[in-house]
């Protein structure tokens, strides 16, 4: 179709030509000023004022109301009360001695979690029917692909503190499936036929979900399943982040980074620590293949991007806060605080990518970047002394 009207245009004489123009809505012009007119609408176009950036930090600690019980806390940021996370949605979970977060799965989403305070235990069986029970404490991650079944508890006397991480901004609206809600809207025959149990065990569970529950201290050692001829997963679900990462060190700080390559079963998200002292930035930079979220673990900063055609906007955050950055859009950090920023990262790709200002600028020809911004060729060749990274 292209090819037979551009040999039209070319074959047709002026007054047809003044037709098929007035017909695309560029008039009787001849060719010269209907080539200006067009150019003059693309410039008017590109004049417009650019819509103003959506706001891309969430405090999750106060911002969000959560769930509340003697087992423990959840506050959520999903795209409910984070509109612009689409891609991937957290939970700041705490639990009390004693406290659990029931037996759930979720269909749409992977979990992965950090651990800020305290000791988890986790269990989750695998598709295989093979089980795998993990104690987890402070910097560890575990991560459960979609749809397995999994519980997390409190371990000791102490309260533990964990965010928890999805790949799916609607997992929590949508997406999770938890065993009391399942049993306590199925009849009670029904479960009694299904698991030889009596019918009046499951006729007297409340009608909901139980979501966060409380029990018996959870000790040390690590108990026997029901079934103990259930075997134990070969596939790792935990990684010590905070010693077995990928670390860079930097003038100002440090990142620990946790791809599939280092952590197989994490097949849908790539994991950062990063530490900026004060003063210290997170240079120009950008991620070609993924989204990010970040939590803010403590400290405070800057956070700025760049959305195109002259959109740019930065929001200060700090300690339990979030922040959503659209792939491929341009961003840097800023620690404008007293005390170490420190961030735990996620990015919806299982391999970690990103391209820096500095390393772009210094991978082009000296004077192809002296003539984009009108320095000398002294000041360009300058740029290979500027250190990348965090400085």
Known sequence: METTRR????????????LVAAATGIGSLIPDQADAATAASAKSGLNKTPEELDDFVFDIEHGSKGYASS??????????EFPISQSIAGVSMRLNPGGFRELHWHSIAAEWAFVLEGKV?????????????????????????????????????????FLLGFDNGHFSE????SVTDWLSHTSAEILARNTGLPARLFAALPKKELYI???EIAGESKPANINTAIPVSSSAHKFRMETDAVLQEFKGGYTKIVSS???????????????????????LHWHPNADEWQYVMSGQGNVSI??????????????????????GYGHYIENTGKETLKLIVLFNSPVY???????????????????HFGMSLKEASALVNHQTGIY
């Open 213 to 215: 529950g409380t029990g």
């Open 261 to 283: 390559k280092e952590f197989p079963i994490q097949n849908s998200l790539t994991a950062l620590r990063m530490n900026l002292e004060p003063g210290a930035m997170r240079e």
């Open 71 to 80: 087992g423990g806390t959840a506050k959520e940021a999903t795209v409910e």
């Open 174 to 177: 949508f997406g999770t499936f």
């Open 306 to 327: 760049f959305g195109s055609h002259g959109r740019v906007k930065t929001m200060p955050y700090s300690k339990g806060m979030v922040a959503f950055i659209k792939q």
């Open 121 to 161: 235990r986790t269990t989750v069986i695998t598709p295989d029917g093979t089980t795998s029970t993990d104690d987890f404490e402070v910097g560890d991650i575990w991560y459960f692909p979609r749809g397995h079944g999994h519980m997390l508890q409190c371990i000791g006397d102490q309260p533990c503190h």
């Open 353 to 371: 990518q990103e391209f820096s200002l500095n390393h772009w600028l210094n991978a082009n020809p000296t004077q192809l970047v002296a003539d």
């Open 7 to 18: 040999g039209f245009l070319s074959a047709a004489t002026l007054s047809t030509a003044g």
